[in-house]
Structures are given as structure tokens and as C-alpha cells.
């Protein structure tokens, strides 16, 4: 399994097989590992997930089991379904590489035969013009970086149209799946900050009967089997294409996944050269919707397939093929970035170096991915910020009002909107994957509060927000806004500068004066205060004092009785029972007809963390 570092001075991550029960919740589990500092890699709906799961991560509620090492055949024996699969892959995972190197690979294609990535056909009619950033019905694979739904097809054929040649075992099923989870970690591993966690259907365990055997066809013939397969999974459509991107669609929903692909993987385990009749093992279309393999892949082996499989997802998300008998120029730009194709080994290009896109085995088991191919994934980051240029997006406030409250004026309630706006893509729609994650305000730069989404969740690239504020201070007071997204990009920005006039606090005054600090070797221990209360309007009814939090406290009349429109007091402030640290002391007034100040009077006081001695017996020994 592609080891992943831990980040430095985060928390000891480990990878780990979490195997649930029938009420558990997968997004909060999920939720919890990433709060944690971990990350689910693999989803396996409804009963398993595969990631980093901290080894201090709290309780995940609905866990059966968490494997952290191989599970034992005994184990394994017992497993059912979507959970057993899951196993499976797991102990594939932490099994170290036996695959020999191929006879033959991506360059041994017939000569008449350049590529293995295509450029699926248009949708039919246009799809209509629209200015939400999201991505559209047809964009199902547009850079490799967030939540993916997988679903992997396996044809069996049935003998009701072609003859019956090859039929699917246990065990080659198994090894497929393992394979292609395999390779699909293995582009986890290869950009962390794409955050990648793929979702697979959980309808893929079991193979998917065809009257065609694909394999005693040619690769044209695809839309013969495809159109099937998709009828019988109930999806219509134009196109087989427009079908596969149907069946895409209804993944990406039901997963709540940013994206969604298909693979096909047709049995060959019977045919002599593991192709199709005319040459073809494994190709995929660029942008999706889907990638085509047989199980003995070619003369790499099905040891091999998930080399294969790695290649051909990496056109899924825009990569172009960079072995030569590709053709593919130098110039050749493609990708949500643009990013030229400039490792390609057909011609004089500005990089040469080990890569994935060149096909072939050891760029896989190394690991090796050059710069243009992970810049047409969408793994850029141009300002170094760890946030990925797809991923960078725009955060801007729309609009910011505010209603006055009219029994508390110094009470402002501010409703808003904030947006989104997705990077932009030089040769396609520009679209964002990323969400509102939160609205906070501030005033005069005291400290953030939360504002609450108008629908109740902040989860869309446009969010309304509402908050109110706590009585204010009188004068002109800046408003601050701070909004996050998903991905972690933050704006802060003045939204707006009030004018607070408190016709309670222009009426009520109270004033507070540190008179005398009394000290004890060194360090404070009684603070005295006086103030005054004061009402242009009418008599000063009661004086009130408060620190920190806690509840309001009365104060007595400097002359015994509250009667006067100015009254003395004094108090004193123990500091001995108060914690190291800042302390907050405030005053306010009432008036004779019920008026209360509301902005209180205050001071801070300091207190010192007390000196600790330890007197030790003194010991003397008889001379």
C-alpha cells in the first residue's frame, strides 16, 4: 500500500479497514476521521471505508471492526457481500507487488493504431447556457481532486446472441477489483492535497450478464454491449455515451460525489492475445465517461492491470498519452488548466522524464508522474498556498444590510449573501466543486461570531446568511465579515460602518475608577474600585457590578440611599480568587423608570500566577 506520510506536528495517522454496521452513518464517521486529522481514501456504501484513521480519533458509533493489519482467512470467511470485497481489497493493499514486467505494453499496439485515449462524441443538442459554477450534467470528470464515484462493470456473457467463450471466475473477479482499487489509490498517494476519495457503487461485486462476448469483437463494437448493459441497469438515452453519462450522473447523486466514472472490464482470460479483435486492450475517453479493459490486459498481464488502470483514469481526468506512438505534439494543451503537453516523447519537448502518461510498468511501481501531466489533472498550485489552482477559487460578499432593532437600537440584526466564483478555465466551462463552509462577523475587531445559513446548512457555492449582534457601544463601528469555503480558501472584508445611538445610553452613565491595588509580597491582592452612576432623566435606582461572566451583583448607595441623579459607590475585588490571567470588571446604572445601561462601564484586571514554595526539613546528624 503507498505509504502516506504523516503531516508534521499533526497527529500519527495509520491506514486502517473500518468495517460498519447497518445504522451506521458513513459522512459523519467520515466527518469525524477528518476533524480527527485523518481521511477516508475508499468507500465501499454501505458497510466499509479504507483510510489514514488517527490512532486518537474518538469512537466511530456503528464500527464493527477496525482492521489495522491483514484480515485472517478465518475472518474473511465470515464476510458477506460489499464487506468481504472490501476485505479483499484491503489485504490487496497491504500486499507487496509480484506483477512481472509485461511482454508487451501501451506502445506494442499495431502500427495502424495511435493512442488508447479518445474524445468521447458531443451530447446531442446543446446543453443550455447557465451561470451556476457547478459542475453541469456533462462535466462528470473534470480535474482529479475531490470525492469520485467509481463503478466497476463486469460483462459476462451469456450465449444469447454470441456464443459463450469466457466466463467470469471468483477468484479473477476478485483480482480485478483488487487491481483497479489498487491503481486508484495509487493517485491518492500521488497529490495529498487533492484530497481524493473514491465511492464505489456497491452493485459492482457481482458481474453484469451480456448475450454479446465482447472480447470476439472489435473495439467499435462497444456500442453493441454498452447500450445493453446500460438498458438493463434502466438507463435510456440518445447515445450509449449519453448513457453512460446518465448512469454517471445518478452515481454522482446518490454518492454525493463531486464526480463519477465508469469502468468496463470485459473477460479475456480464454483469448489467446487478451484483445479485441482489432487491437485494443485498454483505452478510455478523455473527460470521461468511461475506460475500457479486458482482464488479461494485453501482454502486461492481469498482475499488471493496475499499472493500466492508472494510465487510462488519468486520461478519465484530461491527461494525454506522452509515448510516442501517440502522436501527441508538444503544444497540445488539455486539461480544466490548459496545460500543454510538453513530456510527450513525440517530438522535441521541454521535459523528458519518467512518467505514468508514458505508459508502461516502472513509472507505476515508482511512482513517477511529470509536471504537465498532473498540471492537466488539475495539480497546480500557483501560489504555493497548498490549496490546489482548481481549488482556489474566489470568495466575494454580494450583499450586506442591516435593520435597526427599534425596542434595542444599539441591536443590529444584518442579513447577506455570500458567492463562490469558481477559478477559471482557459479552454473549458469554468466550474468549482467548493461549498460555503462559514460566515462569521466581528465588530470593531473583538472577537469572530457565527453567522447562521438562512436554509439552515451552509453547503452550496452561494449561502444567505442572518446574525444579530449583542448590544453594541455607541459611536461608528466597523462590521467585518470573514467567509471560508470547503477547500479552506478565506476572505475577510469590511462590510459596513454603523452609527450606534443609544437613547438609554445618552440618558444613563456610569463611570468606574481603579482607586488602590493592595499587594502582598509582590503580588496583588485586593483591587478597590469607585465610580459613579448618573442619569440626565430622572434618579439613579441601583448600581450593579459583574467580573467576567459571572451573575450581576448589586452595589450599595455611596450615602445608603438611591434617591439622587448622581450616586457614589465603591467596591473591592478579591484578586486571590481569581485564576491567573485577564479578568474583565464591569458597572452599569438603573434609573427610576426602569431604564438600564446598556453599555456597561469596565476595566481589566491582571492577575499574576502565585509563587509556590517548598520548605523541605532540615536534617542534622549527631557528631
Given at each position: 500500500m503507498p505509504a502516506r506520510a504523516a503531516q508534521a506536528g499533526g497527529p500519527e495517522r495509520h491506514q486502517a479497514l473500518v468495517l460498519l454496521g447497518p445504522d451506521a452513518d458513513i459522512s459523519k464517521i467520515t466527518?469525524?476521521?477528518?476533524?480527527a486529522g485523518g481521511h477516508v481514501t475508499h468507500v465501499f456504501p454501505p458497510v466499509a471505508l479504507i483510510g489514514e484513521i488517527p490512532t486518537g480519533v474518538p469512537p466511530l458509533t456503528g464500527t464493527v471492526a477496525v482492521h489495522r493489519d491483514k484480515v485472517d482467512d478465518g475472518t474473511l470467511a465470515t464476510l458477506r457481500g460489499e464487506a468481504r470485497r472490501a476485505a479483499q481489497v484491503w489485504n490487496a493493499l497491504l500486499a507487496p507487488e509480484t506483477a512481472s514486467e509485461p511482454t508487451l505494453g501501451l506502445e506494442g499496439l499495431?502500427?495502424?493504431?495511435?493512442?488508447?485515449?479518445?474524445?468521447a462524441p458531443p451530447p446531442e443538442g446543446l446543453e443550455p447556457a447557465s451561470d451556476v459554477p457547478t459542475p453541469t450534467y456533462y462535466q462528470t470528470s473534470e480535474y482529479l481532486i475531490g470525492r469520485v464515484a467509481v463503478s466497476i462493470i463486469l460483462l459476462e456473457s451469456d450465449g444469447g446472441i454470441d456464443p459463450s467463450t469466457e466466463d467470469w471466475t471468483e477468484t479473477e473477479r476478485a483480482l480485478v477489483l483488487n487491481e483497479i482499487t489498487t491503481a486508484l489509490d495509487w493517485w491518492a498517494a500521488r497529490e495529498p492535497n487533492a484530497h481524493l476519495t473514491f465511492v464505489y457503487d456497491d452493485g459492482t461485486a457481482a458481474p453484469l450478464a451480456s448475450s454479446y462476448e465482447p472480447i470476439?469483437?472489435?473495439?467499435?463494437?462497444q456500442a453493441l454491449w454498452i447500450t445493453e448493459a446500460m438498458t438493463k441497469k434502466g438507463i435510456s438515452g440518445s447515445s450509449y455515451f449519453d448513457q453512460v453519462r446518465g448512469y454517471n450522473n445518478i452515481l454522482r447523486e446518490r454518492y454525493d460525489t463531486d464526480w463519477a466514472?465508469?469502468?468496463?472490464?470485459?473477460?479475456?482470460?480464454?483469448?489467446?492475445d487478451n484483445r479485441f479483435t482489432d487491437g485494443y486492450f485498454a483505452y478510455a475517453y478523455l473527460g470521461g465517461p468511461f475506460t475500457v479493459m479486458t482482464s488479461g490486459n494485453d501482454g502486461y498481464g492481469p498482475y499488471n492491470l493496475d499499472a493500466v488502470a492508472a494510465h487510462e483514469i488519468g486520461h478519465i481526468f484530461m491527461a494525454l498519452d506522452q509515448y510516442y506512438s501517440a502522436h501527441q505534439s508538444c503544444t497540445h494543451r488539455s486539461g480544466y488548466l490548459g496545460v500543454e503537453n510538453q513530456n510527450s516523447q513525440y517530438g522535441g519537448c521541454a521535459s523528458d522524464v519518467t512518467s505514468i502518461m508514458r505508459g508502461q510498468i516502472y513509472p507505476y511501481r515508482s511512482g513517477?508522474?511529470?509536471e504537465y501531466a498532473r498540471g492537466q489533472l488539475?495539480?497546480?498550485?500557483?501560489?504555493g498556498d497548498g490549496i490546489l489552482d482548481p481549488m482556489d477559487t474566489t470568495l466575494s460578499v454580494l450583499s450586506a444590510d442591516y435593520e435597526i432593532n427599534p425596542e434595542q437600537p444599539n441591536v443590529l440584526t444584518f442579513t447577506g449573501s455570500v458567492?463562490?466564483?469558481?477559478?477559471?478555465?482557459p479552454l473549458r466551462r469554468s466550474t468549482t466543486i467548493n461549498t460555503i463552509k462559514q460566515v462569521q462577523y466581528r465588530v470593531e475587531s473583538e472577537f469572530w461570531m457565527d453567522a447562521q445559513p438562512v436554509d439552515g446548512a451552509f453547503d452550496t457555492y452561494v449561502e444567505s446568511f442572518?446574525?444579530?449582534?449583542?448590544?453594541?457601544?455607541?459611536?461608528?463601528l466597523v462590521v467585518e465579515l470573514r467567509v471560508i469555503d470547503s477547500a479552506g480558501n478565506e476572505l475577510i472584508q469590511p462590510v459596513d460602518t454603523v452609527s450606534v445611538v443609544d437613547p438609554v445610553d445618552s440618558i444613563l452613565d456610569t463611570t468606574l475608577t481603579k482607586l488602590v491595588q493592595h499587594s502582598e509580597g509582590g503580588e496583588v491582592t485586593q483591587v478597590i474600585y469607585s465610580g459613579q452612576g448618573i442619569s440626565s432623566a430622572s434618579y439613579v435606582a441601583g448600581i450593579f457590578y459583574r467580573i467576567d461572566s459571572e451573575p450581576w451583583q448589586p452595589l450599595a448607595a455611596g450615602d445608603g440611599v438611591y434617591d439622587e441623579s448622581h450616586e457614589d459607590f465603591s467596591f473591592i475585588v478579591d484578586t486571590t480568587a481569581l485564576s491567573p490571567g485577564f479578568h474583565q470588571v464591569e458597572a452599569y446604572s438603573l434609573d427610576g423608570e426602569g431604564n438600564a445601561e446598556t453599555s456597561p462601564a469596565s476595566d481589566t484586571i491582571s492577575v499574576q500566577a502565585r509563587t509556590q514554595y517548598l520548605f523541605l526539613p532540615l536534617l542534622m546528624s549527631a557528631q
Open positions: 466527518e469525524v476521521i477528518d476533524t499495431e502500427a495502424e493504431l495511435v493512442g488508447d485515449a479518445f474524445v470476439n469483437r472489435r473495439y467499435g463494437d466514472f465508469t469502468i468496463f472490464v470485459v473477460d479475456s482470460s480464454n483469448d489467446s513517477a508522474i511529470d488539475g495539480w497546480r498550485d500557483s501560489d458567492r463562490d466564483d469558481a477559478y477559471p478555465s442572518v446574525f444579530t449582534t449583542p448590544p453594541l457601544p455607541t459611536g461608528d
